[in-house]
């Protein structure tokens, strides 16, 4: 079994930047890809952002290519999404999601990812 908490989430301007971090504990994270997906009011869950077993490569969804950066620290079980030049459409619930070196095939999916966090509140006001 694997937790993973989501931290970093808060009330922010439309311009401004949040750094969100997710920890892993139960297995070390570098047996997992990492993602980041968010879910807003009354919309699907959306991919966000997932990043490789070894932090070497990054995918992006197109709504936050350019702005937000996957990374991730495997000494301390954790990773990060930097989030720069927020907007309101970037308000949303973002949750943490591992999964097994076959989730990179369908990354995109939420159904591909095996374990997620409860999600940390972001809301960007315009």
């Known amino acids: 079994q694997v937790l993973l908490v989501e931290s970093g989430g808060g009330l922010v301007q439309a311009g401004d930047s949040l750094r969100l971090s997710c920890i892993t504990s139960?297995?070390?994270?570098?047996?997992?890809?990492m993602g980041w997906f968010r879910q807003a009011p009354g919309k699907e869950r959306e991919f966000v952002a997932a990043i490789s077993l070894n932090g070497t490569t990054t995918y992006y969804g197109d709504s936050v290519k350019g702005r937000f950066t996957i990374s991730r620290d495997n000494s301390k079980n954790a990773v990060y999404l930097q989030m720069d030049n927020l907007n309101p459409e970037d308000t949303a619930a973002y949750s943490c999601?591992?999964?097994?070196?076959?989730?990179?095939?369908?990354?995109?999916?939420?159904?591909?990812?095996?374990?997620w966090g409860q999600g940390t509140q972001v809301t960007v006001s315009s």
């Open positions: 139960g297995r070390t994270s570098s047996a997992y890809v």
């Open positions: 999601a591992a999964g097994p070196p076959t989730t990179w095939v369908s990354k995109r999916s939420q159904n591909a990812w095996k374990y």
